[in-house]
């Protein structure tokens, strides 16, 4: 907590995975926010098939990937005898994160059950929708690409206790999603605030380069 009482209080960063059945089964708080962010922007330009009317034409947004990692650590909890950590250490915490990449159990039982009978065409897995959240100005769809858990230290029982996350996400935009989908007017109403921030940027670097 911070010493001077007027700070605001920093929010944490979040994935969060839409589950209507489960709405808790995948919301992952980051106990520390990471101290570094790498996003990655590949633009979408019609003219790459070498086309030179088409060489300043935009075929859609561009291609956002985000790589960052993620710490751990149940190592306060355990200091104040907290009944999960003491318990499972952070396995939950890494369960919630990893059921972003599984498919439910509910529905591969299904399907399982379906292709007995001799049904042809069964349900496909669909995952969860994922959100990330950094702040209230970026609040994006994404897929999971990239996955990695380093588990550091364990308590007696083997239950990992600090863990560090590495996590690449592609941003999901309006021209990969269907109209329907809800994660189609989160991009979009984030690309909206990006124009707005842009123009902000812009109206205040142009004002700060007038000679005084």
């Known amino acids: 907590m911070s010493t001077f009482p007027r700070t605001p209080r920093t929010q944490r960063g979040a994935i969060i995975g839409m589950d209507p059945m489960n709405p808790v089964s995948s919301v992952v708080v980051f106990q520390y926010n990471p101290d570094t962010m790498t996003r990655t ?14 060489a300043q034409r935009l ?30 250490g952070i396995y939950p915490q890494l369960s919630a994160l990893e059921m972003l990449v599984y498919p439910k159990t509910a529905q591969v039982l299904l399907n399982s059950a379906l292709m007995k009978t001799g049904v042809l065409e069964v349900l496909p897995n669909v995952a969860t929708m994922t959100l990330f959240v950094w702040g209230p100005k970026r609040v994006v769809p ?43 007017a989160l991009f979009f109403s984030h690309q909206v605030v990006k124009e707005a921030m842009a123009v902000v940027g812009s109206v205040s670097g142009a004002a700060g380069a007038l000679p005084r």
Request: net charge negative; proline share 8%.
């Open 41 to 54: 922007l590949q633009p979408q330009m019609a003219g790459d098939n070498g086309d030179r009317t088409e």
């Open 142 to 184: 994404v897929k999971l690409t990239e996955f990695s858990i380093t588990e550091e230290a364990y308590d007696p029982s083997l239950n990992p206790i600090r863990a560090r996350v590495s996590l690449a996400l592609r941003v999901l935009t309006y021209n990969d999603l269907p109209v329907t989908h809800p994660g189609f």
């Open 59 to 88: 075929k859609g947004p561009p291609i956002e990937t985000i790589k960052l990692d993620v710490e751990i650590d149940a190592t306060d909890q355990l200091e104040s005898a907290n009944a999960i950590a003491t318990g499972m």
